[in-house]
Every structure is written in C-alpha cells, then in structure tokens.
C-alpha cells in the first residue's frame, strides 16, 4: 500500500522477515540480524526519490555518463535505544552518511517521551535525514525527535519504522505532514500499556537482551 504520507513496505521478502522477527521465540541474535535486513529494505524504498547526479564512467568498451548519491547527502538519525539496531544495515547503503543519535524514552505510565540526548552532525540545506525508530506506537517520540531536528533546521526528513499503530501514524499526519512514513507493516491498535498488537513486544529489549 502506498500513499503520500505513509507508505507500507509489503513486498514478500518483508513480509516473510516481518514474521520472524515478530516470532515470540526468535533468539537476540536472530532478532538483530533481521531488523537490520527489514531496514535495508525499508531504506531502498525510502530513497526511492532522491537526486543523483551525472558521473562520467570508463566501462571496458567505452566512455558513458553514469549517475551517483552525492556522499554527503544522507544523515541517518536513529532514536536510541532501539533505532541504533538499524543504522549498520542502513550505514551499508551509505557508507558516507553521518550519524546524528536521538536520546529518547518513554515514561511508562504517561507514555510521553523524555529527551536525555541530541547530537547530530552539521546541517546542510541539501541534506536528507533519515529518522530511524523500528516501533512507531503513540508516535510521540517520532513526533518529538523530528521536531527537534526540524527545530536545529532539517527540512527534508524520512521516518522508517518496522511496525506502526494507527495512533502513530495519525500523530505523525498531524504533527508533521511534510514527512514521509515507511513502515513493514501497519498493526492493529495499541494495548493498554502503549504496546502495538500484534506487534513484536519490546524491540529495545528484544535488541539488546535487556527486560
Ligand atoms: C520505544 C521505541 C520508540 C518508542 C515508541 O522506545 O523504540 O522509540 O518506544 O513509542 P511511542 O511511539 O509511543 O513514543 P523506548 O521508549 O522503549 O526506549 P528504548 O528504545 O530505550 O527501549
Ligand atoms: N515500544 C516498543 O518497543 N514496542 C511497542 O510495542 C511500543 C513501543
């Protein structure tokens, strides 16, 4: 499904990781490995649109004009803690991206984030920042990290996220209408503790062996 605002990412490959990695017994190590291949392939078509430039190429046979992604033109922005666990796969798209990290959790009981870190490299006018976050629930800490960078002066922004609740996806609409959503898939609602269902519990947790 595809529309302006968000865009989910069904493709078969997605789907059958996405199962996995909901899997209740898939390992720690399993769990990693998959969310940095999901976020490869959310990556791919986050970046669908972005500008290229001419590049003269020598093939073996002859001269030819190819295209490149400028090397500085992405900045990856995950929000710590589980955001961290996409941005290798993603990095190895772009081996030149900087690295802007997001320091946010949720309040358990209000669900309202609560900042403890912002650090993102220079700005730049040209600059496409990638704003990774595998679990977009309430979509308030989506909504805050984004407009924290909106605040230091990004304009063009992506969010990829592994799953996302109809709550998150509204708060982003409202929020910040001007930034594309990419997601694996669309869940049902959120629980009562602010979790998506069906989800896949606690991916900060599930990332890093921590309860
Ligand atoms: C999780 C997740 C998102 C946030 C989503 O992080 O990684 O950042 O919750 O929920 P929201 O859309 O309702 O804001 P968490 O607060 O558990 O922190 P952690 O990654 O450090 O575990
Ligand atoms: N954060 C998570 O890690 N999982 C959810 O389902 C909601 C927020």
């Known amino acids: 499904m595809a529309a302006s605002h968000l865009t989910v990412v069904s493709h078969p490959l997605v789907q059958h990781k996405m199962a996995l990695l909901r899997d209740v017994n898939t390992p720690?190590?399993?769990?990693?490995?998959?969310?940095?291949?999901?976020?490869?392939?959310?990556?791919?078509?986050?970046?669908?649109?972005?500008e290229t430039e001419p590049i003269p190429v020598r093939t073996p046979l002859e001269m030819m004009e190819g295209r490149r992604i400028p090397g500085d033109r992405i900045v990856l922005?995950?929000?710590?803690?589980?955001?961290?666990?996409?941005?290798?796969?993603?990095?190895?798209?772009?081996?030149?991206?900087?690295?802007?990290?997001?320091?946010l959790y949720r309040n358990e009981e209000t669900l309202e984030p609560v900042s403890y870190y912002f650090k993102i490299p220079p700005l730049g006018s040209d600059k496409v920042y990638l704003v990774l976050d595998p679990m977009l629930a309430t979509g308030g800490s989506a909504s805050a990290a984004i407009a924290k960078l909106k605040e230091s002066g990004a304009t063009n922004l992506r969010l990829i996220s592994l799953v996302a609740a109809p709550a998150g996806v509204d708060r982003m609409k409202r929020d910040h209408p001007d930034v594309p959503v990419y997601v694996a898939a669309l869940d049902r609602q959120l629980n009562e503790h602010g979790y998506i269902v069906p989800g896949l519990g606690d991916a900060g947790d599930r990332l890093f062996g921590t309860q």
Do not use: C, K, S, W
Request: glycine share 12%.
């Open 28 to 50: 720690t190590r399993e769990f990693r490995q998959l969310v940095g291949e999901i976020a490869t392939l959310l990556a791919y078509e986050a970046t669908r649109t972005l």
């Open 77 to 103: 922005v995950p929000i710590l803690r589980a955001g961290l666990g996409m941005v290798d796969a993603v990095a190895a798209l772009f081996p030149n991206a900087g690295v802007g990290h997001i320091g």
